[in-house]
């Protein structure tokens, strides 16, 4: 586990943002960052060997660009996630929208929600035929939702809107698995934080994502052949029944003993 540093200020935001040769849509990524109602006080970019303008956009756009020469999404995002000093880590991808009051809203939920360590958001197409936008959104996240909820026993984290405590992310970060280009880090922190920490849902922090997983049958394929990997990887201790007794047993002492912490 990484070396914990100095408590970070009450309330702070720090947003976690891989990119790989992207420098178009990371572009416009920061342009609405940097047009929040209440900006983060952190931005970390981490370049994972991008051979476009990535790294210069990022700083011109006034982020902090790490390099992680480690291939993958899963390595990326964890670099950044360990150099955060922000209370709380925002992740989004870089070929994403945020609303304007993305980081105010998952700011201000995560301080009303003190016994809540880790926040998921949901998304909508800005890009593809505007007819199918909302459908295939939808469409998308619900088919996500009713196939991993009961996979994990608790709602699954979606990489392009997520929150995380400081300490919670500590907590994981020696147990995820970072070196796996092929697995999908969303679902992989889905079951570390999930295990142990409270995960909701916050409806209002909106997020525009890209129709990309769509845009053929072998990029949407390779996610779902990603998000099975995910899954057998923690098999056989996570396996669906085994993994619903354990989290019963543990939801069920929390509630004989509340003053037990949730981490």
């Known amino acids: 586990m990484t070396a914990e540093g100095p408590r970070p200020t009450a309330g702070s935001v720090t947003v976690v ?23 983060a006080d ?42 955060a000093a922000g209370e709380l880590i925002l992740r989004l991808d870089a070929d994403c929208l945020p609303a304007a009051t993305w980081v105010e809203t998952m700011r201000t939920f995560a301080g009303r929600r003190p016994d ?10 800005i890009d593809g035929p505007r007819t199918l936008r909302s459908t295939l ?10 196939v991993l909820t009961p996979t994990l026993g ?54 525009g994502i890209s129709m990309r997983p769509f845009s053929s049958a072998s ?13 057998v990887r923690h098999w056989p201790a996570d396996f669906p029944p085994l993994r619903w007794a354990r989290l019963t047993r543990r939801r069920t002492a929390r509630r004989i003993t509340p003053s037990e912490p949730t981490g």
């Not at 902090?64 to 996630?81: F, H, S």
């Not at 959104?137 to 009713?146: E, K, N, R």
């Not at 699954?156 to 997520?162: A, D, M, T, V, W």
């Open 154 to 207: 608790h709602l699954p984290l979606f990489g392009s809107n997520l929150g995380m405590r400081r300490d919670a992310w500590q907590r994981v970060s020696a147990t995820v698995h970072r070196d796996d280009p092929e697995i999908h880090d969303d679902l992989d922190l889905s079951f570390h934080l999930g295990e142990r920490h409270r995960i909701r849902f916050v409806p209002a922090a909106a997020m």
């Open 219 to 231: 990029a949407f394929l390779q996610r779902v052949d990603r998000g099975r990997r995910t899954v």
């Open 137 to 146: 959104a939808a469409a998308y996240l619900g088919v996500y939702a009713l």
């Open 17 to 39: 943002i891989p990119v790989k040769d992207d420098a178009a849509g990371l572009r416009r990524c920061l342009r609405a960052l940097a047009l929040q109602t209440e900006p």
């Open 116 to 125: 809540v360590d880790v926040f998921a958001g949901g998304a909508r197409f």
């Open 42 to 83: 952190e931005i970390i970019v981490v370049d994972n060997g991008s051979q476009d303008d990535s790294a210069r956009v990022a700083r011109e756009g006034g982020a902090t660009v790490l390099a992680c020469e480690r291939p993958g999404i899963p390595a990326a995002a964890a670099v950044g996630y360990d150099a």
